[in-house]
C-alpha cells in the first residue's frame, strides 16, 4: 500500500546518523519507509535495519517496500518498546537510532484518520487505530481534564470556554466527527483568536498527543533506546514543537552532564561522568529552501547525540 510521507531535514538526519557499513540500525519511525530506504543505501550488504512503527498502514507499506531484503525486519510495535523487540532478535546493542517524532502526512491526508480539522471524518486520531479516540476523550472525559489537556498539551489559552462547550453540546448528541468538533471550538473563541491560524489548531494538536500517549511515548522511548546504543553509537531525533524538542533537550543534555558537585568542593565526590555528548550544541533547522518546499517542515528541529 502506498504510505505518502515527506520527512523533513532528510539529508542531515541521514548524515547525522552516520551510517556505516556492516553497521546495525534501528528506525524507530519507519512511516513509509523513505528514512530506512536512505539508511539501506549506506549499509552495505552485512548490515542489518530493524523498522518499527504503531500504524499498521505504515507496517504494511514498508513490509511491501523492503519485502525480499534479508537485511530489514519489520515489527509492528510502540518505539518504547525497542529494547524488547532487540533483545527478541538477538541483538544486544546498535549503532544508530532514529526517531521521526509526531504525526505523519499520511495520518493528516488521509481524512478517514481523523487528525485533520480541515476535513470532515470520523473524529479518531489512533495512530495505532487501537484504544480511546479523540471521540471518546470529548464525549466521556469532564470539562476539567478536557480543559487540562488543552492547556498542557496545546498551550490554548480558551481551554475552559472550550471544554464547557464541548460538554454542553454532547449532552444533546455525542461529538462525532472532525467538523463537529471544529465548529465547537470555532464558535467559543473570540474573532481575535480566528486572525493567526485556524482556531481548532491547537486543540486537536492537544487531543493527538493525549490519545496517543506522545509525550509519555517519547520519554520511555528515549530512555529505552540510548540503552540500547553501543558506544559511539547514534540516537538523533527529529521534533516537530516545543513540548516534543524540551523533552529532548533536556533529557540528551542530562546525558551530556558530568560532575554534579556544588562549585565548592575542591574535588569531585560524586563521581558523575558523561554518558553521551551532542553532535552540535544548537539543534538543526530546516533551510528557507525547505520551508519554501514544504511549508510543515517550519517548526521540526533536529537533535543527535552520541553514547560515550
Excluded at 467559543?188 to 491547537?202: D, E, F, L, T, W
Aim: neutral net charge.
Amino acid at each position: 500500500m502506498k504510505f505518502n510521507h515527506i520527512p523533513v531535514l532528510f539529508e542531515e538526519t541521514i548524515n547525522s546518523l552516520d551510517v556505516r557499513d556492516g553497521g546495525i540500525y534501528v528506525d524507530c519511525t519507519a512511516g513509509g519507509g523513505n528514512h530506512s530506504a536512505a539508511i539501506l543505501q549506506r549499509l552495505g550488504e552485512s548490515g542489518r535495519l530493524v523498522c518499527l512503527d504503531r500504524d499498521p498502514d505504515a507496517i504494511a507499506a514498508v513490509s511491501e517496500r523492503f519485502a525480499g531484503d534479508g537485511r530489514v525486519t519489520v515489527v509492528h510495535t510502540r518505539y518504547s518498546a525497542i529494547a524488547e523487540v532487540l533483545d527478541g532478535l538477538g541483538i544486544c546493542g546498535v549503532d544508530g537510532i532514529l526517531m521521526d517524532i509526531g504525526v505523519s502526512s499520511h495520518q493528516v491526508d488521509t481524512a478517514e484518520r481523523g487528525f485533520s480539522f480541515h476535513k470532515d471524518a470520523p473524529l479518531d486520531m489512533r495512530m495505532s487505530r487501537e484504544g480511546a479516540s479523540a471521540a471518546d476523550l470529548c464525549n466521556t472525559l469532564s470539562w476539567q481534564q478536557l480543559a487540562e489537556i488543552f492547556t498542557k498539551y496545546g498551550e490554548e489559552k480558551f481551554s475552559v470556554k472550550i471544554a464547557k462547550a464541548i460538554c454542553a453540546v454532547r449532552e444533546k448528541k455525542p461529538i462525532s466527527t472532525t467538523f463537529e468538533l471544529a465548529e465547537i471550538i470555532s464558535d467559543s473563541v473570540p474573532a481575535a483568536a480566528k486572525r493567526s491560524g485556524h482556531p481548532a489548531r491547537k486543540v486537536f494538536q492537544a487531543l493527538r498527543i493525549a490519545v496517543n500517549d506522545e509525550l509519555g511515548e517519547l520519554e520511555r522511548g528515549l530512555q529505552s533506546a540510548f540503552e540500547c546504543l553501543v558506544p559511539g553509537g547514534r540516537l538523533s531525533v527529529i521534533t516537530f514543537h516545543s513540548l516534543e524538542d524540551r523533552i529532548v533537550k533536556q533529557t540528551m543534555a542530562k546525558w551530556c552532564e558530568g560532575c554534579i558537585c556544588p562549585p565548592e568542593f575542591p574535588v569531585c565526590v560524586c563521581g558523575n561522568k558523561p554518558k553521551a555528548s551532542l553532535l552540535s550544541r544548537k539543534p538543526v533547522v530546516p533551510s528557507q529552501e525547505e520551508l519554501e518546499r514544504n511549508p510543515r517542515s517550519r517548526s521540526s528541529k533536529l537533535r543527535t547525540c552520541i553514547k560515550i
